[in-house]
Structure formats: structure tokens, C-alpha cells
């Protein structure tokens, strides 16, 4: 689905980039989409790997008393908390950046090279 948005998003910038310098030359490159599905591979099977261990071994003892309580323990549920909060800031921070970057397109795009000077 990334690799069908980045085709049309490209296709559109270079349609909508008008003279944006080197507008014609954005391409896919294949270096960097190797590597960063190589990273997307290694962090799935790193953080994947933990919780399937941890649930092929589970100990009956610990799951039962667990069930009794029906609470997590403080750490867990602080982890869980922190771990939401910053997954939550982190999509702020990529959705801040990459409003800046469209604006920054679309102010670019409506400057003619004629603005630059001074008016009599």
C-alpha cells in the first residue's frame, strides 16, 4: 500500500511541482527501499520474538493469581501508558513535519521567480 501511495504521490508532485527544480528526477530508489524493508523485517521478528516467547512459556502459577487480581501490575500498566504516550507524540511529530513540508510546497509553488524583486 506505501509503495502504490509513494508511486501516485510522486507521480502527482511531478505533475503539480510545475518548475520545481529537478521535479522530474524524484524516482524510487531501490537501495533505499531494500534497506528499509530489511529494518521493517528485523524489527518485526525482533519485537515479535519476545511476547511469542514469552507466551509459549507461560507459568500457570503467575497466570492464575493474575486472574484473581484482574489488575496489571503498576510497572505493566505505567509501561503500557508510556509506551502509548510516546506513539502518540511520535505521530504528532510526523504529521507536524509533514503538514510543514506541504506547506512549504504549496508556498513555493504559488512564488513566481518575479516576486523577488521590488516593486516601483
Do not use: Y
Given at each position: 500500500m506505501g509503495m502504490?501511495?509513494?508511486?501516485?504521490?510522486?507521480?502527482y508532485f511531478s505533475f503539480a511541482g510545475g518548475?520545481?527544480?529537478n521535479s522530474e528526477s524524484i524516482t524510487i530508489d531501490?537501495?533505499?527501499l531494500l534497506f528499509t524493508l530489511g529494518i521493517s523485517l528485523l524489527t518485526a521478528i525482533l519485537f515479535g520474538l519476545a511476547p511469542a516467547l514469552q507466551v509459549s512459556?507461560?507459568?500457570l502459577n503467575l497466570v492464575l493469581r493474575e486472574g484473581e487480581r484482574k489488575t496489571a501490575s503498576v510497572?505493566?500498566?505505567?509501561?503500557?501508558?508510556s509506551l502509548a504516550v510516546s506513539e502518540v507524540a511520535l505521530a504528532m511529530v510526523l504529521l507536524v513535519g509533514a503538514g510543514l513540508m506541504i506547506n512549504t510546497i504549496l508556498r513555493y509553488d504559488r512564488s513566481s521567480p518575479d516576486s523577488t524583486r521590488a516593486t516601483p
Open positions: 502504490i501511495l509513494t508511486l501516485g504521490g510522486i507521480t518548475e520545481f527544480p531501490g537501495r533505499v512459556r507461560p507459568d510497572s505493566r500498566r505505567l509501561a503500557r501508558h
